[in-house]
């Protein structure tokens, strides 16, 4: 007696808490007919069971016919346990998203009798999952979701947003196969270790890093890192911004600084040494004439002398800007001008210079003050000169690209060690022995002014390359 009172206790709860469940549940027979639908599955479908039977499950959507196949085959085939998120139909028409598992009941044989069908309503959480992702692969930074492995290290990514897959270079499959250590530039691996433990702790990090991008190419970023817990899991989310626009606007920065710190002491110092120097240029000339010294000894002081004023005049040049009238004036004409002067140098060392015009242009015009762009022009072409050897081509490349004009100019010399080129511009930097460094650091200020770009590389085979882009204002062909 007490076992069947147990019985029907257990008969009753079963039934309570099916029927009370907030989950829409039904129940089908092994020949696929609902027997039974609890109040929360018509609440929330608006199917009854007839309609369930009469229109064969008429809230699967048609377009997951596939789907409700598959289900008549799991029956089928006596599957304990089925579950799947999918989607279902109202009767209102209302599509909505769900969490759909299927259970087996079975007698005490272990024969399968019934499947127990329960569905939740996952829409809202689908809606938010939706809008986390939207929100986590449109932002403009990089996120990474790592964790800790069993070794204490940093281990491979979790989650990445697009982001960090177009910054680094890689599918999102490359990348949630490697880790921080993997992306790390080598110079920081040591620090790795102490990073990630400062980390773990509990301590948010704001550093600057390096990575390495696909192509093995240098990427400056600035990291904010911190912990949070997730399935009993500590996990590492890392924001990662690119730097590297700023890292060039600061460069820029401190260049244009040093420049602006040589004008004003120029402008301070150099017609107080001018005038001396023209004293002693002229003293110097009556002394040597009048004595009995070496004319080599003279001619010595006097080059001195003379070099020293160059810089000096070189210096002013950084001083305050003199007014420059900007006019229209076209550029292949400026260029053919410059060459034909060069060329006399050039034929001394035996070298030519060549002129490449690139679409036959007739004439290129731009904005610009056009003696200190000639003396951008000789500047470069001079040094071409003098690191060409012998019987070689010096070659002046001349194209249009959208609204800027390319000039390149291209040598066959020994070309820039890479490991300098970064210094190239810098003040009294130079590799010429008895050069200064500042024609280039003047010719760099020029183009700026002109809103235009210089930049130095050498080339693979041999030689140096400088490439000039300067706006342009219209042409005639």
């Known amino acids: 007696m007490p076992d069947v ?7 009753y709860s079963l039934y309570s808490y099916v029927e009370n ?5 039904y129940i089908l027979d092994t020949n696929k007919r609902v027997v039974y639908v609890n109040s929360s599955f018509t609440k929330m479908y608006g199917w009854t069971k007839e309609d369930l039977n009469n229109m064969k499950l008429p809230h699967i959507p048609p377009e997951l016919i596939e789907e409700r196949d598959r289900l008549s085959q799991y029956i089928d085939q006596g599957t304990e346990v089925f579950s799947l998120d999918t989607f279902r139909l109202k009767k209102d028409g209302e599509l909505i998203s769900v969490s759909l598992s299927i259970t087996s009941v079975k007698e005490p044989a272990g024969k399968i009798i019934s499947y127990v069908c329960l569905s939740r309503d996952v829409t809202e959480t689908k809606l938010s999952e939706m809008k986390y992702y939207r929100l986590f692969n449109q932002v403009n930074d990089a996120i990474y979701f790592y964790q800790q492995d069993h070794e204490g290290k940093p281990s491979k990514f979790i989650d990445v947003n697009e982001m960090a897959c177009q910054m680094l270079g890689y599918t999102k499959l490359e990348l949630l196969s490697k880790s921080v250590n993997d992306i790390a530039h080598p110079s920081l691996k040591d620090k790795i270790e102490d990073t990630f433990s400062t980390i ?3 301590r948010s990090t704001f550093t600057e890093w390096i990575h390495i991008t696909k192509d093995g190419s240098t990427k400056p970023v600035e990291i ?21 626009e700023r890292k060039i606007t600061e460069e820029l920065l401190r260049k244009t600084e040093s420049i602006s710190l040589i004008g004003e002491l120029s402008a301070g110092i150099a017609h107080e040494i001018r005038n001396p120097l023209t004293s002693i240029r002229g003293f110097v000339q009556l002394l040597f004439a009048q004595s009995q010294l070496s004319e080599k000894y003279s001619d010595l002081v006097i080059s001195e002398v003379d070099r020293i004023n160059s810089i000096i005049g070189e210096l002013l040049l950084l001083a305050k800007p003199t007014s420059s009238e900007f006019l229209d004036k076209d550029l292949i004409t400026l260029l053919k001008q410059t060459v034909t002067l060069l060329n006399g140098q050039a034929h001394l060392s035996e070298n030519e210079i060549d002129l490449e015009i690139y679409e036959q242009e007739a004439s290129l015009y731009i904005r610009c003050a056009e003696n200190k762009l000639k003396q951008v022009f000789i500047n470069i072409l001079k040094n071409a000169i003098e690191a060409s050897p012998p019987g070689t081509e010096i070659r002046v490349q001349v194209c249009r690209q959208k609204q800027h004009v390319l000039i390149r100019f291209m040598d066959q010399g020994k070309g820039i060690p890479t490991e300098i080129l970064s210094q190239i511009g810098t003040p009294f930097f130079t590799t010429k022995s ?20 210089i930049q130095f590389s050498s080339n693979n085979l041999q030689g140096t390359i400088v490439e000039i882009t300067l706006p342009y204002t219209y042409t005639l062909e």
Do not use: C
């Not at 009172?5 to 257990?10: G, N, P, S």
């Not at 008895?434 to 770009?453: A, P, V, W």
């Open 434 to 453: 008895g050069g200064t460094g500042l024609g280039i650091m003047i010719s760099q200020k020029i183009i700026r002014d002109h809103q235009g770009t």
């Open 21 to 25: 469940s907030p989950d829409a549940i």
């Open 224 to 244: 904010s890192s911190r912990t949070f817990k997730l399935n009993n899991k500590t996990m590492v989310v890392s924001i990662v911004r690119d730097i590297s």
């Open 5 to 11: 009172y147990q019985t029907e206790i257990l008969q």
């Open 200 to 202: 773990i702790q509990g």
